[in-house]
Structures are given as structure tokens and as C-alpha cells.
């Protein structure tokens, strides 16, 4: 018996979910180098896939790529995280405010802080909380509005890997955002949205502080 060979746009999609998988949890790192050869030897694939999935992880802005050192992790500094969280302090609480004046189910979200709390790992904990973050505004009715913040999610992530990396407030997030799952749960759209918005300008805040001009000098 013979087997087709899978196709390869199955390929690319495994070889693009393994790379962000990488880059999210804290496998590849800021900067490190993305060389095509040894991640098609790594995957078991040609390098074409491998090609097409950097390309298209540079296009969400996890992959820097450039003529002289190719691809590479993208780097995370103060001003890519502001712009990030800065998107996100827009967008997010809105989103969730929206769910929560919908009636939208929230059993995701509770759902996801369990997992956040059983995480054997530091990166199945940050992949549980961008699930959780996630459950609060994809059910907001804007599809258009999700999206956006689909856009920025890997970003964000991206961020938080560095910066937990650097000084590990996982308990902190966490007491935060069972607070906000409680507002939620209770109706409270204001009350959340305004939670939602504290939790995600400390984070950026305490992980970037903005230096000030004697700071500076």
C-alpha cells in the first residue's frame, strides 16, 4: 500500500504552529535565528514550507525578516510593547464589555484559568492565558473587533514571555484576572472592563517602565 504525500500546505501549517509554539513559550527567543536548512531538517520537510511559514509568521509580526541575517525571532523592546498594549488598552476592554452586555457564555475563560492554575509548565501556562484573554473577547458580536485583537494576540504574548522570563508574576496575573472573571460573571460591564484595562497597563507598566527625562539624563 502506498500513502500520498501530505500536501504541502498541511506542511507549512504544521511548521508555522511549531515555530510559534516555540516562539511563544519561551523555546526560541528574541533575536535567535531562524535558518530555513535546519528547521526543514529539524521538521522533516523541504525547505519551502519552512520558507512559507517564516513568511508568514513575519506578517503577524513574530518573525523579522531581512536580506543580510534573514529571519529571526523578533525582538522585544519598550517601544514594541507599549504599541502593542497600547492596541490592546483600546480594544480589549470594549470587547469584553460588549460580551458581558451580550449575556455571552464566559465557561472558556473559567475554563482557562483552570488550566492556568494546573499548568505543569511555564509554557502551558502562558498558553492558558492567552486563551483566557481570548474567551473574554472573541464572544463580544464584532467578528471584525476580535480579529483586530486576534491580530495583535501573538504580539502580546510575545511580550509577556519576555518579560515573565525577566521577573515571573504569573500569581499576581492570575489573582487579577479571577477578579475580572468575577465582575464579568456578575454582569458588571463597567466594572470589568475597567479591571480588564488595570490588569493589562500594570502588566506593560511594571515589566516597561517609562523612564523619565532625569532618568534619562
Not at 18 to 36: D, M, N, Y
Not at 89 to 115: G, K, Q, W
Not at 165 to 170: C, I, N, R, T, V
Not at 187 to 206: C, K, M, P
Request: negative net charge.
Amino acid at each position: 500500500m502506498t500513502f500520498a504525500p501530505t500536501p504541502i500546505p498541511s506542511r507549512t501549517q504544521y511548521v508555522l504552529e511549531a515555530i510559534k509554539h516555540a516562539i511563544l513559550t519561551g523555546g526560541l527567543s528574541p533575536g535567535q535565528s531562524l535558518v530555513e536548512t535546519e528547521l526543514a531538517a529539524l521538521f522533516g520537510v523541504s525547505k519551502t514550507p519552512v520558507r512559507e511559514a517564516l513568511k508568514t509568521l513575519a506578517g503577524t509580526g513574530l518573525v523579522v525578516m531581512s536580506q543580510y541575517k534573514g529571519a529571526t525571532v523578533r525582538m522585544v523592546d519598550a517601544d514594541m510593547a507599549r504599541e502593542v498594549y497600547d492596541v490592546r488598552l483600546l480594544l480589549e476592554p470594549e470587547a469584553l464589555r460588549r460580551s458581558i452586555t451580550r449575556n455571552a457564555s464566559l465557561e472558556d475563560a473559567r475554563t482557562a484559568l483552570v488550566r492556568a492554575d494546573e499548568a505543569a509548565d511555564q509554557a502551558e501556562r502562558s498558553l492558558a492565558n492567552r486563551e483566557f484573554h481570548r474567551a473574554l473577547y472573541l464572544p463580544c458580536g464584532n467578528p471584525l473587533l476580535a480579529r483586530m485583537l486576534d491580530e495583535v494576540r501573538d504580539q502580546a504574548a510575545l511580550v509577556s514571555t519576555v518579560a515573565w522570563a525577566a521577573d515571573p508574576s504569573w500569581q499576581r496575573e492570575a489573582d487579577e484576572h479571577r477578579e475580572i472573571l468575577q465582575l464579568a460573571l456578575a454582569g458588571d460591564a463597567d466594572a470589568a472592563a475597567r479591571a480588564l484595562h488595570e490588569h493589562i497597563d500594570s502588566f506593560v507598566q511594571r515589566a516597561f517602565p517609562e523612564q523619565t527625562e532625569e532618568d534619562q539624563a
